[in-house]
Nanobody, 122 residues
Framework: QVQLVESGGGLVQAGGSLRVSCAAS????????MGWFRQAPGKEREFVAS????????ATADSVKGRFTISRDNAKNMVYLQMNSLKPEDTGVYYC???????????????WGQGTQVAVSS
């Protein structure tokens, strides 16, 4: 079992930056690929970024490529999503997720956090 707790959401103006964090506990965190997803009001949850257990491999959705960066600190059991050049369409609840596998994935996630709200004003 893995417990995930997100933090760092908030309200930011378009063009601004924000970093959301995810604290993991429980099952061996360092074996797990981690991911970030988001869900905008009235829309389905969508993949944002993934990082392998080692941090070497990453995958990022086209909609955020060049603006968002996923990273992890295995010593602290933390995962981060640095968001730059934010747009109003980035607004949503951001969820952290953990996979039982170690390689990057857009779909194979087994544990989810409760989410943190990000709002970008125009």
């Amino acid at each position: 079992q893995v417990q995930l707790v997100e933090s760092g959401g908030g309200l930011v103006q378009a063009g601004g930056s924000l970093r959301v964090s995810c604290a993991a506990s429980g099952r061996t965190f360092t074996d797990s690929a981690m991911g970030w997803f988001r869900q905008a009001p009235g829309k389905e949850r969508e993949f944002v970024a993934s990082i392998s257990w080692s941090g070497i491999s990453r995958a990022t959705a086209d909609s955020v490529k060049g603006r968002f960066t996923i990273s992890r600190d295995n010593a602290k059991n933390m995962v981060y999503l640095q968001m730059n050049s934010l747009k109003p369409e980035d607004t949503g609840v951001y969820y952290c997720a953990a996979s039982r596998q170690g390689v990057v994935t857009q779909t194979r996630y087994d544990y989810w956090g409760q989410g943190t709200q990000v709002a970008v004003s125009s």
